[in-house]
T-cell receptor, first 113, second 114 residues
Framework: EAGVVQSPRYKIIEKKQPVAFWCNPI?????LYWYLQNLGQGPELLIR????????DSQLPKDRFSAERLKGVDSTLKIQPAELGDSAVYLC???????????FGPGTRLTVL | QKEVEQDPGPLSVPEGAIVSLNCTYS??????FMWYRQYSRKGPELLMY????GNKEDGRFTAQVDKSSKYISLFIRDSQPSDSATYLC??????????????FGSGTQLTVLP
C-alpha cells in the first residue's frame, strides 16, 4: 500500500514569491494534517482536516498561508508571499480518524532565498 | 517554557549499548504518549504508543511513562547502526478539539557506531 505522497520534495524560491505543496493521503484516511518542522525541532501542527472540513487551523498564519482539501482527499498548502523565515520542512500526515495513528509523508523541504 | 522538553543530544553510542531517551512535560492532561523515529530526509514513523502510566515492550524497545513525575522514557537494547535516527516524543490529551493535537518534543539525534 502506498504511503502519504508529497510533492515537490524540494523547492527553492525567492522571498515574496508564492509556493504550493501537494499531499495525497493514504487511501481511506479521513483526517489529514499539515505540519511545519524547523531544523532541530519537532513538527508543529498548522492545520487538521476531517474529510474536507478544516477543524483545527488555529496555528495557521492566515495572512500568508492557505490550505484546501477538495473532495476530502488530496490537499494543497500555499504560501503567498513567502518570507525568509518560512524555510523549513512541510510535512503532511494522514490517519483513519483523529485518534488513530498518523502516517507521515517524506515532507517538502522549502528554502526561501 | 515548552510543554514538552527533550534533550536534543546528539547522542553517540557503540553498537550493542543500551540507549535511554527521555522527555519531560508540563501538561497534566496528556494521556497518550508516543515515540516516533525519523530518519534523515524522511517523515516521522510511529515506534511506540502508550496510554497513561506504565511500561510497554516491543522487541528491543521499551517505553515507560511516569505520570506522577511527568516523565517518559524510551529504552533501546542491543542498539544497532540502523537505529541511528532522530527520536521524537509526542503526546496528547483525550479532550476534544485542538487539545487532541500531538505536541512533539524537539527530538534527540542518536548515532550508533559500528
Amino acid at each position: 500500500e502506498a504511503g502519504v505522497v508529497q510533492s515537490p520534495r524540494y523547492k527553492i524560491i525567492e522571498k515574496k514569491q508564492p509556493v504550493a505543496f501537494w499531499c495525497n493521503p493514504i487511501s481511506g484516511h479521513n483526517t489529514l494534517y499539515w505540519y511545519l518542522q524547523n531544523l532541530g525541532q519537532g513538527p508543529e501542527l498548522l492545520i487538521r482536516y476531517e474529510n474536507e472540513e478544516a477543524v483545527d487551523d488555529s496555528q495557521l498564519p492566515k495572512d500568508r498561508f492557505s490550505a484546501e482539501r477538495l473532495k476530502g482527499v488530496d490537499s494543497t498548502l500555499k504560501i503567498q508571499p513567502a518570507e525568509l523565515g518560512d524555510s523549513a520542512v512541510y510535512l503532511c500526515a494522514s490517519s483513519l480518524d483523529t485518534l488513530d495513528e498518523q502516517f507521515f509523508g517524506p515532507g517538502t523541504r522549502l528554502t526561501v532565498l | 517554557q515548552k510543554e514538552v522538553e527533550q534533550d536534543p543530544g546528539p547522542l553517540s553510542v557503540p553498537e550493542g549499548a543500551i540507549v535511554s531517551l527521555n522527555c519531560t512535560y508540563s501538561n497534566s492532561a496528556f494521556q497518550y504518549f508516543m515515540w516516533y523515529r525519523q530518519y534523515s530526509r524522511k517523515g516521522p514513523e510511529l515506534l511506540m504508543y502508550t496510554y497513561s502510566s506504565g511500561n510497554k515492550e516491543d522487541g528491543r524497545f521499551t517505553a515507560q511513562v511516569d505520570k506522577s513525575s511527568k516523565y517518559i522514557s524510551l529504552f533501546i537494547r542491543d542498539s544497532q547502526p540502523s537505529d541511528s535516527a532522530t527520536y521524537l516524543c509526542a503526546m496528547r490529551s483525550i479532550s476534544s478539539g485542538s487539545a487532541r493535537q500531538l505536541t512533539f518534543g524537539s527530538g534527540t539525534q542518536l548515532t550508533v557506531l559500528p
